[in-house]
Each structure stands twice: as C-alpha cells, then as structure tokens.
C-alpha cells in the first residue's frame, strides 16, 4: 500500500501539461477491436490503472497491445478470439461494460460480467440493453450478473435514450457502427469524449454523424480498418488543476487542452473571483486573496460536470460565504465531504444537496479516497490546508491522474508518495 503526504499551504506556480482524456480513452481502446485491423491510440494515458485494466482485457481476449512510447500503443485485433470476459477482468473498472457494445459490434456476441468501479450510487445498465435489443439482439443477464448479448445481425434503428447516458450512448455507438442499416440516437450524450470516440471510428471507416448534438446518426458499414488516432487531452484533470491553482491562491498555467472543453468550470472559477486567461492550447489561472462563494449544478455536458464536482468544493470550502452544491447526476456523490470535515471545512451533506460554509483556513488531517474524485478533492484540500495530509487508498487517484505527484511536485507543491506497510489507520466511521 501507498499513500500520498503533502505539507501544504505553498501556492502552486509554474506549468502542468495535460495527459489523454481518460474517459475517451477508455471508450476508444476496446473501439478498435472493431477494425479487425490494426491501430495505433497515442496520447494515451497509458500509466494510469483504468487504462492498464482495458488494456489487460484486450490481451485477455486474444488481442495484441504493444506499447510504442510513453503514451502510445498499437492495438492488433486481428486475432480476437473470444466473446466473453469474466468477474476477474471487469470489476475493477466501469467502463469495461463497453466490450459488450464492442463485441456486440464485431461478433453478434457477447458474455460480460458486470462492472466495478467506483459507487457513486445506483448505475443500472438498462438503457444500453434498451439500445441493444432494439438493433436485434437478445440480452440476458444471468444471476452471476454477466451481461449475454447475441444478435443474427445487427440492424439499425431509432433509439432514443430515457435519460441522457454517456455510457449507453458509448455502447449503442459501438454497437451500431457496422449495424445494417441506418440507427439514430436520440437524446444523446454530448460529452466531449463522444465526439473523440466518434472521430475515431469515422477514422476507421465508419459513418457517425451528430456527435456532439443531442442526435446522433450511425449508418452501418460492413467493414472498418485500422487507424492512427490521437485523444483529446483530459477535461477533467485540467479541471482539476485549475482548481488547484485557484484553491491554493497560486499562479499556473494548465497546457495541453482545449478551452471550449473547460467552459463552464472556467465560468465558475470566474464567479468565485479567480482570473482565468485562455490561449489557443493552455489556460491560465490564479487567484490572489480568499475566493468568493457561488452555487453549483451538476448537468450533462456542456453543463457542469459532475465529476468536476468534488475538486470545486473544496474551493467553496474556503470560499468568503456560503456555497449550495446540487448533485443532479448521482445519489452518492457526497461522501468524500466526511473527510473535508476532517480538515475542519463546513460541508452539510443530506442527499443529492451540500450546503458549503466556507471557512478560512483548511488543516492538514489524514484522509482517505473514498472515490477517483474524491481522491482528487483532498489532493486539492491537501495542497492548500496548512500542515500535514496523509491521503489513503490513493488506488483510486491512480485510476484517473497521470504522473499526479510529479506534476504537482513541478508546480511548487511539497508533495511524495510512500510505501506504508500498514494502510488501514482511518476506521470507517473516518
């Protein structure tokens, strides 16, 4: 086991680049299985354990996966050889439900165990089966909870989602893209990394069109190829240091990203005081004094993300006033609040609502990662409480933060892993 200390209090200043989209990442790796071909994904964030945990997947089924670089590898799925995937492979991540959309696609087949992941509440998967069984497939799930999806042929058709999903927009994309016929997705997700998946498909061949809106339109192709794709960089970890540099009243400059991506977290981070410079690849953000409060909403893309949310209270801990946080997305998202409290904020939680007093000065306590977000929060509230914090099960910030120390290290933080041979110090109760 390790754990993350950081003495905090110090600004941050300086530069920090920006890795690969996780998320687009790990709808893209099992995309290409599609191809039967050859590709190459770079900008990849090979290092961080979702990414490791797709890529193992890939090799479990029959896939070759050979790393080129740091953050590129090839994907040779010419020798697939297998529709089912077990317990052992998926629990350790959501995302590896989109092999059923995948194997769907390429096989007319597919046997998924259910997905891990972190619990931020109920996640049910009924509007990917929805998606399925309307382009012709029977699925079933069997009480060791594996997904079994088959289909004689995949055909295409309207499908219109109850609830804006990103994963089932994910999956019936992926499903459909070599569907016969024409399927078009309504009420879609509109996240940026649909439109990167999207791209990538249309660069093996495919025919997606209205990614990014609200309707997307698949027309089947028989046959797609290999490709060289790059990802988008990560919305979200540049959130996160955004954030960063505006809770610890620093100076810094995020590169690597795309600023339309980033605007409602900018918008947000403006209303709370800090200063918020774009460029056509970077922003810049600091803040000088205590942040002001605001209110946030968790929303569907191009709306505030939920998965911003954690990070951003942590500044509307410290925040001159008092804050509403409304989660719209999950039913558990709150709980990293309980380890805030630790470090003396003023959080009340009750629901899907928290109510943020702000107070002045964070403490230095030691806290756990309850989730990947969460994790990220109290590295924030870390880097900017005055004294020692000792994060614990950092597992979960590995899954999503690539080369997280050493590019906070690079921006004045005094920050460092360590082996801790006895982990399990915090009682649930925390």
């Not at 529709?83 to 597919?110: C, V």
């Not at 709980?335 to 009750?350: F, H, P, S, V």
């Not at 997280?404 to 460092?416: F, P, S, T």
Request: with cysteine; proline share 4%.
């Amino acid at each position: 086991m390790e754990k993350i200390i950081i003495n905090g209090g110090k600004p941050l200043h300086g530069e920090i680049e920006i890795s690969g989209a996780k998320n687009a990442a790990l709808a893209i790796i099992p995309a290409a299985i599609l191809s039967q071909d050859v590709c190459v994904i770079e900008n990849l964030p090979v290092s961080i354990s979702d990414v490791s945990y797709m890529m193992k997947i890939l090799k479990h089924i029959g896939a070759k996966v050979k790393l080129l670089s740091k953050n590129s590898i090839e994907i040779d799925s010419r020798h697939v050889d297998s529709y089912i995937i077990s317990n052992d492979m998926t629990k350790h991540l959501r995302a590896s439900y989109y092999f059923i959309g995948a194997l769907l696609g390429r096989y007319g087949r597919a046997k998924v165990a259910m997905p891990g992941g972190c619990y931020l509440g109920t996640r049910p998967i009924d509007q990917h089966i929805k998606g399925f069984e309307l382009l012709g497939a029977t699925v079933s799930v069997e009480d060791n909870a594996i997904v079994d999806a088959r289909a004689d042929e995949l055909i295409g058709s309207p499908v219109y989602l109850d609830v804006v999903s990103v994963g089932a927009t994910v999956n019936i994309l992926l499903a459909a893209v070599k569907a016969r016929g024409l399927t078009v997705i309504e009420n879609a997700a509109k996240e940026p990394h649909i439109v990167d998946l999207a791209n990538f498909l249309n660069s093996m061949g495919a025919d997606v069109r209205g990614a990014g809106t609200d309707v997307i339109k698949v027309r089947g192709v028989e046959h797609l190829h290999g490709c060289t794709y790059s990802i988008i960089p990560d919305q979200i970890e540049a959130g996160t240091y955004m954030v960063a540099a505006a809770a610890t009243q620093g100076d810094v400059l995020i590169k690597n990203v795309i600023p339309k991506h980033l605007e409602s977290i900018s918008t947000k981070l403006i209303e709370c005081g800090a200063n918020v410079e774009e460029f056509d690849d970077a922003v810049r953000v600091s803040l000088s004094g205590r942040p002001g409060k605001c209110n946030i909403k968790t929303m569907p893309h191009p709306g505030f993300p939920t998965d911003m949310q954690p990070q951003m209270a942590v500044l509307l801990a410290l925040a001159d006033g008092t804050s509403i946080i409304s989660e719209s997305i999950w039913t558990n998202r709150f709980r990293y609040t309980e380890q805030l409290n630790r470090m003396g904020a003023n959080i009340k939680a009750d629901g899907q609502l928290a109510v943020v007093q702000g107070v002045e000065q964070l403490k230095g306590a030691p806290v756990r990662a309850d989730d990947l977000r969460a994790g990220a929060a109290m590295l924030i509230a870390g880097l900017a409480a005055k004294g020692t914090t000792e994060i614990e099960d950092i597992l979960h910030i590995d899954r999503g933060y690539e080369d997280v120390v050493q590019k906070l290290r690079g921006a004045g933080a005094d920050i460092k892993r360590v082996f801790c041979p006895d982990a399990n110090t915090l009682t649930s109760a925390g």
